[in-house]
């Protein structure tokens, strides 16, 4: 692990020279991936020059989404005995309707940093920060784990619950690029999911129901911004066109995806996700919950394929 400078952060450096990967962090930016190259070519997408992206708070890149995936239907929710009021918290990013979307963390930067075998870890002790208390009122660690290898990058992503009950429902933003591809030769290949309803704001019809989804489809049929179901442990996202391709592999711990590629983007969004969007407020009681002293752990890879 190394460091660089950067006019308005620094910048890790992770790399596996055996499989010619580089991966560049950026920890004052909410810990956000910024550039992932395999033998020089880039697969991860910005949408603006770095040094403006570590200066505004845009998603791009590998992002972390905490404590909440997507969208929320309000600023009011509760779990258990607690009742949270987001609408004067600071740090809470919002969509253009004014809801709170991807949480808080996209330009936070303390973190407790270390490096690992292979890769870096990155800590928030949760409860040693007000604003953080304040928006999230429940005690726990937060502990991510980047790792590059042989068979590509993995992504774990661990909560670990202090003296009470932790709902969880994050997710990741990855902006997926195959280098020199364009949106017109890129196929999606899905696992069999179910897709979700979501009204016109991206939040799900509540009474109504899924449908089957899933297999092959050309990333220009469409404009994407489709939340599914039904993930299972293993299960894999293929991205493909002229012989290149990454396939994403929800390894444990989602339970939901999103995916996001607008017209004439030629980058994908596969998004993991532990719960469904607007969980938190909708009280969902699939919405999974870590009890006191126990740790729930969400991990994926991305895979280049060649």
């Known amino acids: 692990m190394t460091e660089s400078s950067r006019p308005s952060s620094a910048i890790l450096e992770l790399s596996h020279p055996a499989s010619g990967q580089r991966l560049h962090l950026a920890p004052a930016a909410g810990f956000c991936g910024v550039s992932w190259t395999v033998n020089d070519e880039e697969y991860l997408h910005l949408n603006q020059p770095l040094d403006q992206f570590l200066q505004e708070e845009h998603t791009g890149g590998l992002p972390l989404l905490y404590p909440w995936a997507n969208r929320l239907r309000d600023d009011c929710w509760s779990f258990a005995d607690k009742q949270i009021d987001l609408s004067n918290c600071q740090g809470v990013h919002r969509d253009s309707n004014g809801r709170p979307m991807h949480g808080v963390l996209l330009r936070w930067s303390r973190w407790e940093t270390s490096g690992t075998d292979g890769g870096c870890m990155a ?12 928006v999230f009122p429940f005690a726990h660690k937060l502990q991510v784990q980047w790792t590059l290898d042989s068979g590509g990058l ?15 429902s994050f997710g990741w933003h990855p902006y997926l690029v195959l280098p020199g591809v364009s949106r017109d030769d890129i196929m999606l290949h899905l696992p069999d999911v179910a897709s979700v309803a979501l009204d016109e704001d991206g939040l799900p019809l509540k009474e109504a129901e899924s449908s089957p989804a899933g297999g092959s489809c050309a990333l220009r049929n469409k404009e994407w911004d489709d939340c599914y179901s039904g993930i299972k442990n293993g299960d894999e996202v293929v991205m493909s066109g002229l012989g290149k391709g990454l396939r994403m592999t929800f390894n444990e711990g989602w339970r939901h995806m999103q995916i996001y590629s607008p017209t004439g983007a030629d980058y994908v969004c596969i998004e ?8 938190l407020s909708d009280e969902d009681p699939a919405m999974p919950v870590v009890d006191p002293g126990c740790t729930f752990v969400g991990t994926f890879r991305i895979s280049p394929i060649s």
């Open 154 to 168: 993995e992504v774990r992503t661990s909560v670990t619950a202090g003296s009470a009950r932790v709902p969880v």
């Open 123 to 134: 800590i928030i002790e949760w409860e040693s920060d007000e604003q953080l208390m304040k």
């Open 272 to 279: 993991p996700m532990t719960a469904l969007t607007a969980a």
